[in-house]
């Protein structure tokens, strides 16, 4: 196919290897490494060709046309009205057209939607703004993590207020927990979401999946190549949009079990009792960390919030007030009409980091609650 042969040059033109990323000045979508994202590939050059084609034919006709048959050549205007060969060229080359360009891109569609027989099914939740992952089925069952994003503040900056580290490579475009998965194994990826819109893409699988609240939707990918390969969020969610990317660690089979065995040890070994008793000390210096990862991005380190956006936590009535309340908005989320933003649920959190960030919030800044201490086995009683 003259696709097939544009492609392959296009790609070498474009720029050298660079895997799993998009580059500085790139001329070309980014090379695929499953076969579903060669074939998108492949048909966003023919159908390239196929409007260059006619571009170039129908303009170049048209002045032609205009050029040889002017009026100060002597040429007059034709008069007749209607011309069965035309009429049956006009349908029948748009309608041959049509069928080039839908056949290969239906067949290609089809694939796209068949999730059967996945060897591993993992759950990605969008959230303001970071990723939650659930491994559902398939070797890594149970596996559970959140994703966020692990580019310091110090290279991104703020409004008005310039970066005052360099931006490395992958500036935005990496996190604190990577997805790992085996080479030559279909993924299934079922999205949904915790609060607005999101859209979970990795352009070198060929995967774009909405994840919306309320709905569950999957896609899939099965990956050729080891490597790293990167995507982000690409549905505008809000304030944070552009800091929730995507990252997926493709391994040999080999790899995936010692990952697979050294997560599950890890996750055993923080597995708290909920029913131990903390020292507020202890709860205060873990909530803060907690703090830090999950909530920091919208009320901020100082707790002081957005004005117009996010609620302030420094002398929040809630936060002073019944720790009983503070403990139901962070598991059930709250909406309210003051700001434009909801505060999603942070159910995902355990028993024991929302115990401990509600106790750093309590003790933190200028709160001064007279309720200062929760303990974990309170967050696992107000679940029920």
């Known amino acids: 196919m003259l696709g097939l042969a544009v ?28 076969q579903i994202a060669t074939e998108i590939n492949n048909l966003h050059t023919w159908m390239m060709v196929v409007c260059m084609v006619i571009f170039v034919g129908v303009f170049g006709v048209m002045f032609y046309s205009v050029f040889k048959h002017r009026k100060s050549q002597g040429h007059k205007a034709a008069t007749f009205h209607e011309s069965t060969a035309v009429e049956i060229a006009w349908t029948v080359v748009p309608f041959l057209i049509v069928i080039g360009m839908a056949l290969p891109a239906t067949k290609t569609v089809v694939a796209m939607k068949d999730t059967s ?26 596996i559970s993590f959140m994703a966020n994003l692990s580019t310091p503040r110090s290279e991104v900056g703020s ?34 979401a915790n609060d607005v819109i999101h859209s979970w893409t990795v352009p070198a699988f060929g995967v774009k999946q909405d994840a919306i609240p309320g709905f569950v939707r999957d896609t899939w990918f099965k990956a050729e ?13 809000g304030k944070e949009h552009a800091f929730m990317p995507i990252v997926v660690k493709v391994v040999s ?28 000390d ?4 873990k909530g803060e960390k907690v703090f830090s990862a999950n909530c920091a991005v919208c009320h901020q380190a100082t707790g002081k919030g957005v004005p117009g956006a996010f609620a302030a936590l420094d002398g929040s009535p809630v936060v002073n007030g019944p720790k009983a309340d503070q403990i139901h908005v962070l598991l059930n989320g709250k909406k309210s009409g003051k700001y434009p933003s909801e505060m999603p649920s942070w159910k995902q959190l355990s028993d ?27 967050v696992a009683a107000a679940r029920k």
């Open 7 to 34: 492609t392959a040059s296009t790609a070498a033109m474009a720029a050298p290897e660079m895997q799993g990323r998009p580059f500085q000045h790139q001329l070309n979508l980014q090379t695929p490494v499953t």
């Open 117 to 142: 027989n996945a060897d591993i099914t993992i759950k990605a939740t969008g959230m303001q703004w970071r990723w939650g992952y659930d491994y559902l089925k398939g070797e890594g069952e149970g």
């Open 159 to 192: 409004p008005g207020v310039a970066p005052t580290q360099p931006r490395t490579e992958n500036y935005l475009l990496e996190v604190d927990n990577e997805v790992v998965v085996p080479v030559n194994k279909k993924i299934r990826i079922v999205t949904t």
């Open 225 to 237: 190549k080891i490597g790293t390969y990167r995507g982000q969020c690409v549905e505008l969610c």
């Open 253 to 280: 089979d080999a790899d995936y079990t010692a990952w697979v065995d050294g997560k599950k040890k890890a996750m055993a070994a923080l597995a708290e009792d909920p029913n131990k008793v903390w020292t507020i």
């Open 282 to 285: 202890e709860l205060k210096t």
């Open 352 to 378: 024991t980091e929302i115990a401990a960030a509600i106790t750093y919030t309590r003790n933190s800044w200028s709160n001064k609650a007279a309720e200062n201490i929760v303990q974990p086995a309170e």
